[in-house]
């Protein structure tokens, strides 16, 4: 289940920052940013042969150590095994919660009409976007209680605050994810747990370093987010001063669904 990749010379820890549903863009993007800030990181996902290779990447490009564990998060067993192994290497200082079931599709991956979505896809969405975060939380507010520091983000979307045709899934689970945040919020601030909601409203596209429009200072219009940009927001949120703490952040891209 955990698999370490690591290299030489690593910067040291300040805690272990755990990202949650990590793909190529955001997750990535995410768990790069907090490990060169000198967080070990760990990194979690459903497909743990895709992960090792990131985590790879990960800890070359940042020089820090990264730890890769598979996890379902509609499972809450597979939820607390995954963080068994995340708490055995330090105290979660951090965590990301960044998992999402993509949202139900016909045949043509057009969104698909109410009628044709079914009670296992409806279901599995809600455990993945609300079930999973709340699995989580649970794991780390314990210890960040105890220390009286923490950091928890939540990642949604616009369909976190707007129901959209053809995504009656996707934004039931997002909307019971900013009501967890918010509740948590309220209950954990006094105990010097800073919980965030990010509505990411618009795509996640390449990161701007690596194209060659960016390069050139050609024209970006259209293009999605910049995935680097966007974890910077994230570390802004989790470095703000205790008297001034975000609940929420709307980020904007130039591409809107």
């Known amino acids: 289940m955990l698999s370490l990749r690591s290299v030489s010379g690593s910067n040291s820890s300040r805690g272990i920052a755990a990202v949650v549903g ?33 985590a790879e990447e990960i800890a070359q490009a940042a ?11 509609a499972d809450a067993r597979s939820v607390r095994e995954a963080f068994e192994g995340v708490l ?7 965590l990301v919660y960044n998992a999402c079931e993509p949202p139900a599709a016909n045949e043509d991956a ?8 079914t009670p296992d896809a409806f279901h599995r969405a809600l455990a993945v976007s609300a079930g999973g ?27 976190s605050v707007t129901g959209f045709a053809g995504y009656s899934d996707l934004s039931s689970g997002k909307f019971a994810l900013r009501g967890l ?5 309220r209950e954990f601030q006094p105990a010097g747990v800073h919980i965030a909601h990010v509505i990411i409203d618009g795509v996640i596209g390449e990161r701007r370093s690596l194209t060659r429009s960016s ?32 609940q929420e952040m709307d980020i904007r891209s130039p591409s809107f669904m």
């Open 88 to 94: 055995s290497l330090g105290p979660v200082e951090v």
């Open 22 to 54: 990590v793909g190529p863009r955001l997750g990535s993007a995410v768990a790069r940013k907090f490990a060169s800030e000198g967080y070990t990181i760990a990194i979690l996902s459903r497909d743990l042969e895709k992960l090792s290779q990131l």
């Open 215 to 246: 390069r050139a200072g050609g024209d970006t219009a259209g293009a999605g987010a910049d995935p680097d940009a966007v974890a910077q927001s994230y570390w802004h949120v989790h470095a703000q001063d205790k008297s001034a703490w975000t």
């Open 181 to 185: 945040s918010q509740s948590l919020a």
């Open 110 to 117: 057009r969104p698909a009409p109410f009628l044709a979505v």
């Open 63 to 73: 020089k820090a150590q990264v730890f890769a564990l598979r996890v379902d998060c």
């Open 133 to 159: 975060a709340f699995h989580c939380a649970q794991q780390v507010i314990p210890g960040m209680v105890e220390r009286g520091r923490g950091t928890i983000i939540f990642t949604g979307s616009s369909a």
